[in-house]
Nanobody, 112 residues
Framework: VQLVESGGGLVQTGGSLTLSCVAT????????MNWYRQAPGQEREFVAG????????YGDSSARSRFTVSRNNTANTMYLRMDNLKPEDTAVYYC??????WGQGTQVTVSS
């Protein structure tokens, strides 16, 4: 099992990023997947999730209004589109199989 995140980087306040999580070594299409993030000195928190069938959930109203989680089962990839980014979104973002493995994370830094 391998989960590889990419797409992080440095962006200005109000900018956008799309994170990708490429999955290998398991039946991606049949597994629910989540995005989490961890800011320095803080606990890891749930950001968004998507079921195998494409139903989505978000950690809070801020994520629901600005982020979009999606998946492409043909490409074995999950995405997190993030719009109107804010400095408080700065964190390492991780993808995770529900009940399973974590990716290594990708850094997102939002400058004010």
């Amino acid at each position: 099992v391998q989960l590889v995140e990419s797409g992080g980087g440095l962006v200005q306040t109000g900018g956008s990023l799309t994170l990708s999580c490429v999955a290998t070594g398991f039946a991606f299409s049949s597994r629910a997947m989540n995005w989490y993030r961890q800011a320095p000195g803080q606990e890891r928190e749930f950001v968004a999730g998507i079921t195998s069938g494409g139903m989505t959930s978000y950690g809070d109203s801020s994520a629901r209004s600005r982020f979009t989680v999606s998946r492409n089962n043909t490409a074995n990839t999950m995405y997190l589109r993030m719009d109107n980014l804010k400095p408080e979104d700065t964190a390492v973002y991780y993808c995770k199989i529900v009940g399973g493995d974590w990716g290594q994370g990708t850094q997102v830094t939002v400058s004010s």
